[in-house]
Nanobody
Framework: QLQLVESGGGSVQPGRSLRLSCVASGSIFKLYEMAWYRQAPGKQRELVAIISSGGDSTNYADSVKGRFTISRDNAKNMVYLQMNSLKLEDTAVYSC??????????????WGKGTLVTVSS
C-alpha cells in the first residue's frame, strides 16, 4: 500500500505560480511512476504530467507544456508540480497518482485525495 497526500493548492490570479507537492508513504516510492491528474468542475479527469520512477523521463499534456514542470525527489518520497503562468482554465482539483513500475508493484495504482487549485481574477 502506498499513501499519497497532496498539498500546495490555493487561490491565485492568472499569470501567477503555484507549486503542488505530494508525499508518499507506506511503500518503496522509487518503484512507482508518478503522475498528476486534474479534474475541473463538470469535466472528466485528465492527465497533466507524468514522471518515470527514476525521474529521467517526463511527459505533459499539451495544455500545460512549457508552463508546468513535474519533478520528484526519491530520497524524500516527494513529487512536485510547479505551475507557472496559470490560466483560468487550470482551475481544478489536482490529484497525485502512483503506478507500479517494477515486477513487485506492477498493476498497482494509488491516488491521493487531491488539492484544489483555483485561478481567478
Amino acid at each position: 500500500q502506498l499513501q499519497l497526500v497532496e498539498s500546495g493548492g490555493g487561490s491565485v490570479q492568472p499569470g501567477r505560480s503555484l507549486r503542488l507537492s505530494c508525499v508518499a508513504s507506506g511503500s518503496i516510492f522509487k518503484l512507482y511512476e508518478m503522475a498528476w491528474y486534474r479534474q475541473a468542475p463538470g469535466k472528466q479527469r485528465e492527465l497533466v504530467a507524468i514522471i518515470s520512477s527514476g525521474g529521467d523521463s517526463t511527459n505533459y499534456a499539451d495544455s500545460v507544456k512549457g508552463r508546468f514542470t513535474i519533478s520528484r525527489d526519491n530520497a524524500k518520497n516527494m513529487v512536485y508540480l510547479q505551475m507557472n503562468s496559470l490560466k483560468l482554465e487550470d482551475t481544478a482539483v489536482y490529484s497525485c497518482n502512483a503506478r507500479g513500475d517494477s515486477p513487485s508493484t506492477y498493476g498497482m495504482s494509488y491516488w491521493g485525495k487531491g488539492t484544489l487549485v483555483t485561478v481567478s481574477s
